[in-house]
Each structure stands twice: as structure tokens, then as C-alpha cells.
């Protein structure tokens, strides 16, 4: 759920282990670099982030009962390979997809997560997504940003949070007799661990030790919960009290509930967690800040959540306006699984209105019909119509609000 990755690793194809769970949200560009096509949310180039804004939005938006545009919804389905994945983003989505796309699980996972909340698990475009997604699952249960690459923590919880909303059974997909539960206990930190104990590692460092990371522990604890990116309100649950031993086959929820014990500690002095770049002062980490609110909210656990809840809504504005729809969408996360939060006054703001400004103009807020089959055949339609026309789709593009 924040920075997976910085855009210069993206684009020369390398991996790094940063606190990140998705593409940078780079604040509104003057002069992206790539035509911004019709359908897509924000103004920035969206090289980098195109699809996994675009889903975040779309997720948030459904999350508060806003159908989007058709073009919205067809942008993104239109960025799918024809084998069911997707890149951070295609500017021709007309033209098939060769060995220079690179996709990747988190762009593939967020989308599935769209999709589904709007078409239905059932859809076929969530079905190849799905199968792509455990076609490339790693022999250690877990998933790397790219095909074959390392597991790391982030991807492994949004791919699980990815299959979930698809309607998988997520401890019945395996890889050589491991699951993603597997894959997570291995990054996990031991309850000996000190301050960390509990937290989750993004990846083993060069000689296999763990550094407890903010971003990875809110992804893993999320995808443990079987819980989406937009994470849900939970009734107050107790705070965990002991650390469960990650290699004594705890499960998925005491793992869970570790991750979320040490996001309490590490928000518990400040209200937010900081991010610090080399040679460069520690700064407030919004994003992570707001993606450790969702998880903790999604567990029940409102009172850890309630300083960091209202720091955020002090303090995000600026954030917000610079990062654009994808930071929007976080913060719709946030005001809608944590309790005492009105996503209609966020800090004086409604992140409703001003989420849905940064795209197409959406249709009326949903009438109870939840819309599935309409917006499936409005997806199916436009594609049929691309297909035939072998033009652009709708598109067009920004990023995802997180900061590294």
C-alpha cells in the first residue's frame, strides 16, 4: 500500500526492498511526459501508477456507494494482457501485450480488487486476472512485485487481499505444498525480537536477517485478515496482549494480530509513523500512516487507531491535494473502516466529492442495486468496441498516494 518501489527501480526493471507497497505518488505533474488519456483519475503522468490509482479509486468510490463512469471502469479493464495480467500501465491498450510489458502482482492484484467489487467475482476479466495471479505464485507461497522475483510482504498481502475479493479460498492456493500463510511466517519478526517483535519484514535483507517495515506490516496484516486494500469497519475487538511465535504454525489471524501490536507501539509516540530518505530528515509517511489506520480499524482495534485517525485528519490535506486521486482513495480507506470518522468532513473535507473530481464525471450514488451487471456489461461493451476499433481505450492516468 505505499511506495513498492521508487520509479527509477520501475524503470530500469530492478527490485529494491523499500517500505512500499505500490507505485510513488508523484504529486500532480505540469507536463507529463505521456498523454493523458480520457477515463483515467489524476493528472500526472501515469506511467508508474496508472492502473493500481485507477483501482484505488474505483475501490474507494465503491466503497462509499459512488458508481464511476463507464470509461472509468473500461480504462482500466482495457489495460488487462491478454493472459489475465496487468502492467503499472499501457499506453496503447489497443496493442497486444509482448515481452516488454512488464506486469506485475501489484498492479494485477489491485485491479482484480476493482473489478470484483464492481463486476462481481464471477467476471471474466477477475477470472484471468486470478489465474495469472497463482500462475505465478512463488515456491515459498508468496509473491514478488515482478514474476519470479522474491516474495516480499507487501505483494504477497495485496495478491491475498486480491484473491480474497475474488471469491478464493487464500490457504487452498499452493506452491509446492506452501501457501501464502508460509510465506509471511518467513518474514515475519520473532516475539524475541524486542520493539519489532511482531512486525513484518518487506524481504530478508542480503545476509537473511528482517528489519521490521511499516508498509509491509499493514499489507500483511490486511491480507492475514483476509481483508481488500479499502480494509472494512470491524466491531472494537480486545487489543492483542501476547505476541503469537510465527514459527510455531500460528495462524494466519494471530499473525495478524502481531503485525497490528507493533503498528500500535510504532504509532503510539508521534500519531504517525516517518519515513527518512538518505542524507535527508525524517518527514511524517502519510501514506503509511494512513494504511496502518485501515489495518488496524479492520481488526477492531479503534482506540490504537484513534491518534493516528485524527493526526491524519489535521495534517493530510496538503498531502492529499499533492498526491492526488490514489491519496484520496486512501483516506476514503481510512474514513471508512475507522470508527468516528465521516468521510463527508475528513478534517473539513469531503473526500468524496474531491476524490471524484480527479476523473470522469461519476453517475448517481448507488440506488441499492449494487450495479454489478451493469457495469459488467458496460466494461464487456466498451472492450468489444476497442477490440474492433483496435484503438486506444478510454485511458488515462495518475498515480497512487504513498509516500516512501
Same mark, same amino acid.
Given at each position: 500500500?505505499?511506495?513498492?518501489?521508487?520509479?527509477?527501480?520501475?524503470?530500469?526493471?530492478?527490485?529494491? $526492498?523499500?517500505?512500499?507497497?505500490?507505485?510513488?505518488?508523484?504529486?500532480?505533474?505540469?507536463?507529463?511526459?505521456?498523454?493523458?488519456?480520457?477515463?483515467?483519475?489524476?493528472?500526472?503522468? !501515469? $506511467?508508474?501508477?496508472?492502473?493500481?490509482?485507477?483501482?484505488?479509486?474505483?475501490?474507494?468510490?465503491?466503497?462509499?456507494?459512488?458508481?464511476?463512469?463507464?470509461?472509468?471502469?473500461?480504462?482500466?479493464?482495457?489495460?488487462?494482457?491478454?493472459?489475465?495480467?496487468?502492467?503499472?500501465?499501457?499506453?496503447?491498450?489497443?496493442?497486444?501485450?509482448?515481452?516488454?510489458?512488464?506486469?506485475?502482482?501489484?498492479?494485477?492484484?489491485?485491479?482484480?480488487?476493482?473489478?470484483?467489487?464492481?463486476?462481481?467475482?464471477?467476471?471474466?476479466?477477475?477470472?484471468?486476472?486470478?489465474?495469472?495471479?497463482?500462475?505465478?505464485?512463488?515456491?515459498?507461497?508468496?509473491?514478488?512485485?515482478?514474476?519470479?522475483?522474491?516474495?516480499?510482504? /507487501?505483494? $504477497?498481502?495485496?495478491?491475498? %487481499?486480491?484473491?480474497?475479493?475474488?471469491?478464493?479460498?487464500?490457504? /487452498?492456493?499452493?506452491?509446492?505444498?506452501?501457501?501464502?500463510?508460509?510465506?509471511?511466517?518467513?518474514?515475519?519478526?520473532?516475539?524475541?525480537? %524486542?520493539?519489532?517483535?511482531?512486525?513484518?519484514?518487506?524481504?530478508?535483507?542480503?545476509? @537473511?536477517?528482517?528489519?521490521?517495515?511499516?508498509?509491509?506490516?499493514?499489507?500483511?496484516?490486511?491480507?492475514?485478515?483476509?481483508?481488500?486494500?479499502?480494509?472494512?469497519?470491524?466491531?472494537?475487538?480486545?487489543? !492483542?496482549?501476547?505476541?503469537?511465535?510465527?514459527?510455531?504454525?500460528?495462524?494466519?489471524?494471530?499473525?495478524?494480530?502481531?503485525?497490528?501490536?507493533?503498528?500500535?507501539?510504532?504509532?503510539?509516540?508521534?500519531?504517525?509513523?516517518?519515513?527518512?530518505?538518505? @542524507?535527508?530528515?525524517?518527514?511524517?509517511?502519510?501514506?503509511?500512516?494512513?494504511?496502518?489506520?485501515?489495518?488496524?480499524?479492520?481488526?477492531?482495534?479503534?482506540?490504537?487507531?484513534?491518534? !493516528?485517525?485524527?493526526?491524519? &485528519?489535521?495534517?493530510?490535506?496538503?498531502?492529499?491535494?499533492?498526491?492526488?486521486?490514489?491519496?484520496?482513495?486512501?483516506?476514503?480507506?481510512?474514513?471508512? $473502516?475507522?470508527?468516528?470518522?465521516?468521510?463527508? +468532513?475528513? *478534517? @473539513?473535507? +469531503?473526500?468524496?466529492? =474531491? =476524490?471524484?473530481?480527479?476523473?470522469? &464525471?461519476?453517475?448517481?450514488?448507488?440506488?441499492?442495486?449494487? *450495479?454489478?451487471?451493469?457495469?459488467?456489461?458496460?466494461? %464487456?461493451?466498451?472492450?468489444?468496441?476497442?477490440?474492433?476499433?483496435?484503438?486506444?481505450?478510454?485511458?488515462?492516468?495518475?498515480?497512487?498516494?504513498?509516500?516512501?
Amino acid at each position: 500500500m505505499n511506495v513498492r518501489r521508487s520509479a527509477a527501480a520501475l524503470a530500469a526493471g530492478i527490485t529494491v $526492498t523499500v517500505s512500499a507497497t505500490t507505485p510513488v505518488a508523484a504529486g500532480p505533474s505540469p507536463s507529463p511526459s505521456v498523454a493523458i488519456p480520457a477515463g483515467l483519475y489524476g493528472t500526472a503522468d !501515469p $506511467t508508474y501508477d496508472g492502473v493500481w490509482r485507477q483501482s484505488l479509486a474505483l475501490l474507494a468510490q465503491d466503497a462509499v456507494g459512488v458508481r464511476p463512469a463507464d470509461s472509468a471502469v473500461a480504462w482500466l479493464a482495457g489495460q488487462q494482457c491478454a493472459d489475465g495480467g496487468f502492467a503499472a500501465f499501457r499506453a496503447d491498450p489497443g496493442k497486444a501485450c509482448d515481452a516488454k510489458v512488464m506486469v506485475d502482482t501489484n498492479s494485477t492484484a489491485a485491479a482484480v480488487q476493482a473489478l470484483a467489487a464492481l463486476a462481481g467475482s464471477r467476471d471474466a476479466r477477475v477470472a484471468r486476472a486470478v489465474a495469472w495471479l497463482k500462475s505465478v505464485e512463488n515456491p515459498d507461497g508468496g509473491w514478488g512485485y515482478s514474476p519470479g522475483g522474491a516474495s516480499d510482504a /507487501n505483494s $504477497t498481502g495485496v495478491v491475498m %487481499g486480491a484473491l480474497g475479493a475474488a471469491g478464493v479460498t487464500v490457504p /487452498n492456493v499452493r506452491k509446492d505444498g506452501k501457501s501464502p500463510y508460509d510465506a509471511l511466517r518467513k518474514l515475519a519478526l520473532p516475539c524475541d525480537g %524486542g520493539t519489532d517483535a511482531g512486525a513484518f519484514a518487506y524481504q530478508p535483507d542480503k545476509k @537473511g536477517g528482517l528489519v521490521a517495515n511499516a508498509d509491509a506490516t499493514a499489507a500483511a496484516v490486511l491480507g492475514l485478515a483476509g481483508q481488500s486494500l479499502a480494509g472494512s469497519r470491524r466491531d472494537d475487538a480486545g487489543a !492483542p496482549a501476547d505476541c503469537a511465535r510465527p514459527d510455531s504454525g500460528a495462524s494466519g489471524t494471530a499473525l495478524s494480530r502481531n503485525g497490528a501490536r507493533w503498528l500500535t507501539r510504532a504509532l503510539a509516540k508521534d500519531g504517525h509513523l516517518t519515513t527518512a530518505l538518505p @542524507g535527508a530528515e525524517p518527514q511524517p509517511d502519510y501514506g503509511n500512516t494512513a494504511d496502518a489506520v485501515v489495518a488496524l480499524s479492520s481488526l477492531g482495534l479503534h482506540d490504537q487507531a484513534a491518534k !493516528p485517525l485524527r493526526w491524519l &485528519e489535521t495534517h493530510a490535506k496538503a498531502w492529499a491535494a499533492r498526491g492526488g486521486p490514489a491519496a484520496y482513495a486512501q483516506l476514503v480507506f481510512v474514513a471508512t $473502516t475507522a470508527k468516528g470518522a465521516d468521510v463527508h +468532513d475528513f *478534517g @473539513g473535507q +469531503d473526500l468524496v466529492s =474531491l =476524490l471524484n473530481a480527479t476523473g470522469p &464525471e461519476v453517475k448517481a450514488a448507488s440506488d441499492g442495486n449494487d *450495479g454489478s451487471s451493469e457495469v459488467a456489461w458496460a466494461v %464487456g461493451g466498451a472492450l468489444l468496441v476497442v477490440a474492433a476499433a483496435g484503438a486506444v481505450l478510454f485511458a488515462r492516468g495518475r498515480g497512487r498516494g504513498r509516500q516512501q
